[in-house]
């Protein structure tokens, strides 16, 4: 059956002039107008309008992106009121959805339903289009990326048209859209496939840096969804193995969940950090203390519940996707360069993977991929550790995430990613003036 949920907003878009910044605090953008439009047609009409008008136009997610990608002068799209549910079909095993809404939304109602994403990331607080955009993924050994999931989406482009793009309806939009990077218009609704609900047994344990090194290719192989966080200074990782489970149910206590994730993984690890950014000389000490805080602990739940994990603790981030056999060599190279160079690293890093996909620029596109990942806490120095991180990850031929923080070109990417030029084509006749354009896309895309 075929069912609609949510509400409808008023259809007509609401325009303001105002600041909007990120997450992390570390992007502003002042654009001529914002308008948070209710629908497809409100879209449109507010593109058509910028367009004319010479304004450049972008659409803004959630701010979790760390990068420039949503900065426009001109005019800013907010995702508010172009949200819910839009059906249910349980018969294809589909969803579609508002490109605003966030992937919390999303979830829940999925599992109201009793269908489930097969994959994604450890956050839900991100809207649709900006996950999709950016190429946010979790990890896995066979289910791939949030966009590797989407079966159709639509588009509005700059004439103000709304396309519907997927295998069969513009397929050669659909294959670049999936992760568009905003470059070709404003997605408005995706539509993504969705299986019965499951549920995952979730193994959580420490394991030594050495251990988990050498053993990275079966743990890998042997779980359908292996991840770790290094602590830098220490030989302590935090191991995470995710397996379909047949039940029955066993989520987390209340209490122990609280324990864990909000005052240990939370709480005092946000103290730790101030205190580090304040008295360097105290990181290690801090990160063998954090390395040993969690202890093992198990549990089955649905997917969702087991993906994500709360983030309140605000930071700055760079990843790298590298080809899986080149990853631990890369780690290794990192450990060496942050003890060398004297860093003092108070967060941990972390390392998941992504099978091959068929998406032209997708971090995983072609290529089993494992992705490392940076971070540092909010106003810590943090360029002389990426720039460290960096030089390693695109010695092993890297791609960067596309929201989080690097230094690449359109010249490197386009090395990098072998059907980049297929994506540059789309572009080209669909934005050939390029109102959905910025400063981040000219330097990673090209003129």
């Known amino acids: 059956m075929t069912g609609k949920t949510g509400t409808t907003a008023p259809n007509r878009a609401t325009t303001t002039s105002s600041t909007w ?6 992007v502003t953008a002042r ?24 304004l450049r136009v972008k659409a803004v997610g959630s701010g979790h992106s760390f990068t420039t990608a949503a900065v426009t002068d001109g005019l800013l799209i907010r995702p508010d009121r172009l949200t819910g549910i839009r059906a249910v079909d349980r018969v ?11 992937l919390r939304q999303l979830n829940q109602t999925l599992s109201t339903h009793g269908l489930s994403l097969t994959n994604m990331g450890d956050i839900m607080e991100q809207t649709v289009s900006g996950a999709v955009s950016t190429g946010t993924h979790g990890t896995g050994r066979d289910s791939a990326a949030i966009a590797a999931q989407i079966r159709a989406l639509e588009l509005v482009t ?24 905003g470059a070709l218009g404003v997605i408005t609704a995706v539509t993504f496939a969705a299986e019965p609900e499951f549920l995952l047994r979730a193994q959580e344990e420490p394991m030594p840096f050495g251990r988990v090194t050498a053993e990275f290719g ?19 990782c935090i191991t995470k193995r995710n397996n379909r489970s047949a039940g029955p149910a066993d989520p987390l206590g209340r209490i122990g969940a609280w324990v864990d994730d909000e005052l240990l993984s939370n709480g005092l690890f946000a103290a730790a950090c101030a205190l580090g950014r304040a008295v360097p000389a105290t990181v290690p000490g801090l990160a063998r203390i954090s ?16 993906f994500t994990s709360p983030r309140r603790v605000r930071f700055l981030e760079m990843e790298y996707a590298l080809p899986r056999e080149a990853a631990m060599t890369a780690l290794h190279e990192l450990r060496a360069a942050i003890e060398r160079l004297r860093l003092r690293i108070g967060f941990p890093v972390e390392v998941r993977t992504a099978p091959a996909d068929d998406i032209p620029l997708s971090t995983a596109s ?26 390693i990850m695109t010695a092993h031929g890297g791609r960067p995430h596309w929201g989080k923080l690097h230094t690449r070109d359109a010249a490197y990417l386009a090395e990098a990613y072998p059907r980049f030029a297929e994506f540059a084509a789309v572009r ?8 959905f354009g910025n400063d981040y896309l000219r330097r990673v895309l090209g003129d």
């Not at 294809?92 to 966030?102: C, F, I, M, N, Y």
């Not at 700059?158 to 050669?172: I, K, Y």
């Not at 390395?291 to 649905?302: I, N, Q, W």
């Not at 080209?428 to 109102?435: A, K």
């Open 366 to 391: 072609g290529r089993d991929t494992a992705y490392i990942a940076v971070h540092m806490y909010r106003g810590t120095p943090h360029r002389a550790y990426f720039a460290a991180a960096e030089r």
């Open 428 to 435: 080209d006749r669909l934005d050939p003036h390029r109102v």
């Open 92 to 102: 294809a095993g589909t969803v579609t959805v508002a490109a605003g809404s966030t």
């Open 291 to 306: 390395g040993s805080a969690l202890s093992a602990r198990s549990y089955t739940d649905v997917p969702y519940k087991v």
């Open 158 to 181: 700059v004439d103000g048209s709304v396309l519907t793009c997927s295998a069969q309806e513009n397929p050669d939009i659909f294959a670049a859209a999936r992760v568009g990077l």
């Open 31 to 54: 654009p001529r107008r914002t308008v948070a439009p209710a629908t497809a047609e409100d879209v449109a009409a507010a593109v058509a309008s910028a367009a004319a008008d010479g």
């Open 21 to 26: 910044r990120n997450w992390a605090g570390n």
């Open 218 to 236: 079966q743990l890998t192989d042997e779980n359908e969804h292996f991840e770790f966080f290094w602590f830098p200074h220490t030989e302590s």
